[in-house]
């Protein structure tokens, strides 16, 4: 006999039938899968085993897999050279049947994947995360260890229990801002975010809301409240901004030069100028310099608009192009995409710091400041 199929639930039941048919020299030609049984073809045909064996022999170890030379047995007897980086490297480690480096950089991701979601403890700090039920009830709903460990480190350091209650009200804390006050104290409100975000809606439903207070230091509003647009190219007489202008009754100015908005926030500085910053200077290091000394002074403030949603690479690099800036950020379009533990444990980890809250087009009475009671009860709730 040389060759025998089995069927069989399992694959190690299958693979004892072969040994047990063929003996313990077979070979495994084919596994597969049928239906809800596995199927596997040995053999103990001489030309069989001598054909798996020399295909056997050219498989690396796997320590040999990350590099191009295999390891020495004996590193005081040989000196292995580093191998020179050329551009053919990544062929010849395929014709060598060794990994690439563009599959050694998925594995490494991948491995730090798995670590991101483990819980890995020794004897010693067993009974501080493990134990703590608490840790892993927050850990099932979603928040980061990163998070769930910075808010217990704070309540430790308040000595508050650890308590699901108080986790909710240590981050609700830490991520809302107290905006009022700061925000009807200030002329300039630079306001900020990717395309799509709801940006140019924010500095309208901004003007709408300093419109609304009844009780003004500004005797006629309209006259003293300006929407702004600083971009690359100047926007067309059609644009959101100019149509919220004309919804509102209020003056739209468009600059493409810093030296030029800064000559009109000199010369106006009466008013409360609300300006609205194109993409295309979030990326602007002398922009990103003009704005640091716009914002020592008193009464300028920096708002970022955040679509609810957002993915953390995305948030991570916008908050680059904003390092040392600490803007305070608005959240849009709530009613449209509901936020969930994910997004709390990444807006945490990424020191974000909300001060708004808003819906998607209403620009009458639709914006909301971010409140840590209401944040922490909306966390409990979900």
Do not use: W
């Amino acid at each position: 006999m040389t060759q025998h199929k089995v069927l069989s639930d399992d694959s190690m039941t299958a693979m004892d039938e072969i040994a047990r048919v063929l003996g313990q020299d077979a070979v495994i030609l084919s596994t597969k899968k049928i239906g809800e049984k596995i199927e596997i073809v040995g053999s103990n045909d001489i030309k069989d085993i001598l054909k798996s064996n020399k295909k056997n022999q050219k498989k690396p170890n796997f320590k040999e897999l990350f590099s191009n030379v295999p390891l020495s047995e004996n590193k005081t007897e040989k000196k292995i050279n580093p191998p020179i980086k050329n551009k053919n490297d990544d062929k010849l480690l395929v014709k060598q049947n060794l990994i690439s480096t563009v599959d050694f950089e998925n594995f490494k991701h991948e491995i730090k994947s798995i670590l991101d979601n483990s819980i890995i403890a020794d004897l010693t700090s067993l009974n501080s995360h493990i134990d703590d039920t608490n840790f892993i009830k927050l850990l099932k709903k979603g928040y980061s260890k990163k998070t769930i460990n910075n808010i217990f480190e704070h309540l430790n350091e308040k000595e508050l229990p650890r308590s699901i209650h108080n986790f909710y009200s240590g981050l609700s804390d830490k991520l809302t801002y107290d905006l009022k006050d700061k925000l009807l104290n200030s002329k300039s409100i630079f306001i900020t975010g990717l395309t799509g975000a709801g940006k140019t809606t924010i500095c309208a439903k901004v003007a709408s809301y300093f419109l609304d207070q009844t009780i003004s230091p500004h005797n006629n509003k309209n006259n003293n409240i300006a929407l702004v647009n600083l971009g690359k190219t100047s926007p067309n007489k059609i644009s959101n901004l100019f149509n919220f202008g004309r919804v509102l009754n209020l003056n739209v100015n468009s600059f493409s030069e810093i030296e030029d908005l800064d000559k009109y926030l000199s010369e106006n500085q009466d008013k409360i100028n609300i300006v609205d910053i194109s993409k295309d200077y979030m990326t602007d290091k002398n922009f990103n310099n003009y704005i640091k000394i716009k914002l020592s002074k008193n009464r300028n403030l920096l708002l970022n608009v955040l679509q609810s949603g957002i993915n953390s690479k995305s948030l991570e690099n916008q908050m680059s192009y904003l390092y040392g800036l600490q803007p305070v950020h608005v959240l849009t379009k709530l009613d449209e995409i509901m936020i969930n533990s994910y997004d709390f444990s990444m807006y945490n980890d990424l020191d974000c710091k909300l001060g708004l809250l808003s819906g998607t087009n209403d620009i009458i009475d639709s914006i909301a400041f971010a409140n840590s009671q209401i944040l922490a009860q909306y966390m409990k709730e979900n």
